[in-house]
């Protein structure tokens, strides 16, 4: 983890982990495995047998995981392009709970994830859109649209959760980045959806946006 964080390579540590991966997972806390995992796909390391393990005894992770485990680990599987169908069967499985104690963060990072690799979690999903208005009303703009993105990238229709992002518009176009801006708002139109004070707060705040944003962003928008 420290090495991920400091931007350190570190080869040799990791080949280690790898060739030791069964017997870390094995005994290694969720907190652990997570760590690691998180530590490989942000400095783009390829660890195929210790995804395997975490894919192995993903029953055990995602029944004794925090939701901000959960959520590094599949996260790490979404960058790294790694399909792991057994431990998104088990989030999926654990969806209220996971929803009900994750935070906005948490939340928007597994469903980005689940998007990343198309996996279709109509539970997860429909306890995000049960919980939208605390969600939205805790979350940075980010979790947010990582949130919204999902839906639109896997054609999850969400009302409520859409409905939250309406109201809610003033604040999260003034906090947020283009790039989360123009993600949202693309979701809305993707999905069909009428967000008539959200396309104006961005009027509103259209001299920002162009100056501060990447051409792509602008485009989206």
């Known amino acids: 983890w420290a090495c991920a964080k400091l ?3 570190s080869p040799n540590l990791f080949a ?3 060739k030791h991966a069964e017997r870390f997972v094995k005994e290694g806390d969720p ?3 997570a760590n ?3 530590a490989c796909a942000k400095l783009r390391v390829e660890s195929p047998n210790l995804f395997a393990q975490v894919e192995k005894h993903a029953e055990r ?3 004794e995981g925090t939701p901000q485990a959960l959520a590094n680990t599949v996260w790490a599987c979404a960058e790294l392009g790694v399909d792991s169908p057994n431990l998104f069967s088990q989030v999926e499985k654990h969806a209220e709970r996971f929803v009900k104690e994750g935070d ?3 939340l928007g990072n597994t469903v980005w994830a689940c998007a990343e690799l198309g996996v279709e979690s ?3 999903f429909a306890q995000v859109e049960k919980h939208a208005e605390r969600f939205v009303k805790e979350g940075n703009p980010q979790n947010i649209a990582n949130t919204v993105w999902a839906c639109a990238k896997l054609g999850v229709e969400s009302p409520n959760l859409f409905a939250q992002v309406e109201k809610h518009a003033e604040r999260f176009v003034k906090e947020g980045k283009p790039q989360s801006i123009a993600n949202t708002v693309w979701a809305c139109a993707e999905l069909g959806v009428d967000s008539p004070n959200l396309f104006a707060q961005v009027e509103k705040h259209a001299e920002r946006f ?3 944003g990447k051409p792509q962003d602008i485009a989206n928008t």
Request: glycine share 4%; no cysteine.
């Open 7 to 9: 931007g350190v390579e």
């Open 104 to 106: 906005p963060q948490a």
């Open 210 to 212: 162009v100056k501060e």
């Open 122 to 124: 109509p539970n997860l």
């Open 36 to 38: 690691t995992v998180w």
């Open 61 to 63: 992770f995602v029944k």
């Open 31 to 33: 907190q652990s495995i």
């Open 16 to 18: 280690q982990v790898e």
